[in-house]
């Protein structure tokens, strides 16, 4: 029975997956033995993917207004569209919405098209939501975007930390492999920081529940802890890093002592203590961070907070000894490669002269962006001023994971063109389209992702396009075609894109710049179908398993740069009105907004809608009663969500 060996497409943990085909029958798909995120496991919604196939959902055609179209009449009416508005108002009125489930073909080719040839940067993506802050730490600390560990170090550590992260529901497999690893290794310690008490602690050895947004002030106590504990690495802070006065000057100012930083964070000082003491004593620590850091109005400070602490004892990019951001979606890593990001030109360039002149000569690009574009948010303002006329928003639905939706969906009723490519034919977005393009969805779709750990999987079909679905690198490039510029998207298949995204990456060999897969720029059609999961970056046959071991880094003089870190409390506005802060996590057996698992009767078994956590003493407050419909407010939105009455 034929086999074909793919990657899940839901969380940046990145497991293979295998599918087999009976004549025109699927057989449960199961985890691949040989990949080396999963070894062969997979958490409950990767082993439902299977069941989340069927048609019944789908969007099969293209649609102008409402009416059925053909790809040609719908390509031809973006096209004019798009060619009126940049004539009329010119590429800032003009922009791209992206996605963490976008493959890296799809991306590069959106991101080629719009920066290179439209001559806009207003290309963002839903990943700015989840992961720019990781990004922006990175680079402040590493000078690039690049994590330094991989998942073996999860299981290589003595001490893990998980802040802001509940692996064991939004990262399982990840977090299996690190109980796994304990359970073989029985002295390695958790520690789980987090406002709620969640899965992840059952089977911690410290829970810090400290209140929500106090993680700035909790790694600066962590700093000074390590400063006057004799804990810090004096050799390497001299001879690999900067900054590290005006960092620990900053960390005094906001958390002097034990007990202020205690008591900032809402916890006892013994568990800080015990916390801050485990870390000084384990130079085998890794520190996961995700979500619960990175989404926050401070989540770029809350990551060099973390960063600056592991670069203090020396503990980047060893075995068992790094920080780590875990990524959400599937390919959030792919897009930031790529450059998908509006403050980013490509592979990690930024709008610097000598990047703009040497991507242009590469990309032959007569009209390239020289100036970042609009962010997400302020890209949807512009929306909602009557800037932005022309939106392409691809693989995401942003009316519900945009906060403040109820603003945005008034803003995309008045843009006067609103494209969405999209695999599911009724979501809360796509309403709002003037044109819809049925997508490829996963089975159907060829290409690339990166996992969490740096490893690029192939994404590989299994099955014919749904009705006229179209892989969405295809509808990007017929449009550059459509503008006149066919030498430049006349792409056949994702092989041809992939070579040419390979080859861009090469411009970074000679530079302190790590992202380099160049080697695989002249890979034909069989090598790429073959492609194994290797890490970038890639030199020799070989990918790098670990990053910035060495102490040299990719800033100009080599050295990392610790940041002064002067915490900010959340912005939410407590009031007579708005008394209660709200804070957002996963639920284990669903992803994003369950257009895809909520297919699966059995995923919806464990939670099968969205749910309001409060604690018996607030929900005594507010006389609100377990399975109860619960109202709740803030200045700019309205949910209704059933109440569970939580402790944790
Ligand atoms: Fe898919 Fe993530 Fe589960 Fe792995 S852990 S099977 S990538 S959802």
Redesign the pocket.
């Known amino acids: 029975m034929p086999v074909t060996r793919t ?9 293979g ?1 295998s599918v087999t085909r009976n004549g025109i029958e699927l057989l449960p798909v199961a ?1 691949d033995s040989e990949h080396p ?2 070894f062969g ?7 439902a ?1 299977h069941e989340t196939l069927g048609e019944q959902r789908r969007l099969l055609y293209p649609q102008i207004n409402g009416a059925r179209a053909t790809w040609e009449q719908a390509l031809d009416d973006i096209s004019a569209r798009l060619q009126k508005t940049l004539r009329e108002h010119g590429p800032q009125a003009v922009a791209l919405y992206l996605s963490g489930q976008l493959l890296t073909e799809d991306y590069y080719v959106a991101n080629k098209l719009w920066k290179g040839f439209v001559g806009s940067a207003n290309v963002d993506t839903n990943s700015r939501l989840c992961m720019s802050s990781a990004v922006a730490a990175h680079v402040r600390a590493f000078g690039e975007d690049a994590v330094p560990a991989c998942y073996e170090d999860v299981e290589l550590a003595d001490l893990v930390i998980l802040i802001g992260s509940n692996s064991a529901w939004a ?4 977090h299996q492999r690190l109980l796994h690893a304990r359970k073989q290794r029985p002295g390695t310690k958790l520690v789980v920081i987090d406002p709620r008490r969640t899965a992840s602690c059952d089977q911690a050895d410290l829970h810090l529940p400290i209140k929500p947004g106090a993680d700035a002030f909790l790694f600066n106590g962590l700093l000074v802890y390590l400063a006057d504990n004799n804990a810090l690495n004096h050799r390497y802070i001299k001879e690999h890093t900067r900054d590290f006065d005006s960092a620990l000057s900053a960390a005094r100012a906001s958390a002097p002592t034990l007990a202020a930083v205690a008591e900032v964070c809402g916890v006892e000082v013994e568990r800080v203590e015990k916390f801050f003491r485990w870390f000084a004593q384990t130079p085998r620590t890794v520190t996961l961070f995700s979500q619960g850091i990175n989404q926050s109005s401070s989540g770029t400070d809350k990551g060099n907070a973390i960063i600056n602490c592991h670069l203090a004892t020396g503990r980047v990019g060893l075995p068992g000894a790094s920080p780590f951001s875990i990524t959400g979606q ?1 390919n959030a890593m792919g897009g930031r490669e790529v450059g998908g990001l509006a403050n980013q030109l490509a592979v990690h360039r930024s709008f610097e002269p000598e990047s703009i002149k040497t991507v242009a000569k590469f990309w032959r690009a007569p009209n390239i962006a020289k100036t970042p574009g609009l962010k997400a948010v302020p890209l949807f303002e512009a929306i909602e001023r009557g800037d932005i006329k022309f939106l392409w928003i691809l693989a995401t639905n942003p009316l519900v994971s945009m906060p403040e939706a109820e603003r945005w969906q008034r803003a995309l009723k008045s843009c006067e063109t609103v494209i969405v490519s999209d695999c599911v034919r009724a979501t809360d977005t796509t309403q709002f389209a003037k044109i819809l393009l049925p997508a490829a969805g996963w089975g159907e779709k060829d290409g690339t992702v990166t ?1 969490s750990e740096r490893t690029i999987s192939r994404q590989r079909s299994f099955l014919p396009c749904a009705g006229e679905a179209k892989p969405d690198w295809w509808a990007l490039a017929e449009i550059g075609k459509r503008l006149g510029f066919a030498h430049a998207f006349n792409f056949q298949n994702a092989r041809d894109v992939f070579v040419e995204y390979a080859a861009l990456t090469g411009i970074n060999r000679a530079t302190p710049l790590q992202l380099d897969i160049s080697e695989l720029s002249a890979i034909n059609r069989a090598q790429y179908d073959a492609l194994a999961p290797f890490q970038w970056p890639l030199l020799n046959g070989n990918g790098a398993r670990r990053l910035f071991g060495d102490g040299n880094f990719a800033t100009a003089d080599k050295r990392a740069h610790f940041i002064a870190i002067e915490p900010q409390w959340p912005q939410s506005i407590i009031d007579k009105t708005t008394p209660l802060i709200l804070n957002t996590g996963r639920v284990r057996d669903q ?1 994003h907004t369950m257009t895809r698992t909520a297919e699966s009767e059995r995923l919806n078994r464990h939670r099968s809608e969205p749910y309001l956590e409060i604690h018996p003493q607030d929900a005594a407050v507010f006389g609100l009663a377990d399975g109860e419909i619960a109202e709740i407010f803030n200045r700019h939105s309205k949910a209704w969500l059933r109440v569970r009455i939580e402790p944790g």
């Open positions: 990657t899940c497409p839901y969380c940046g943990v990145g497991c997956v985890g995120s999963n496991k997979l958490c409950v919604k990767g082993s993917l990262h399982p497999v990840l599937p996992s992803w």
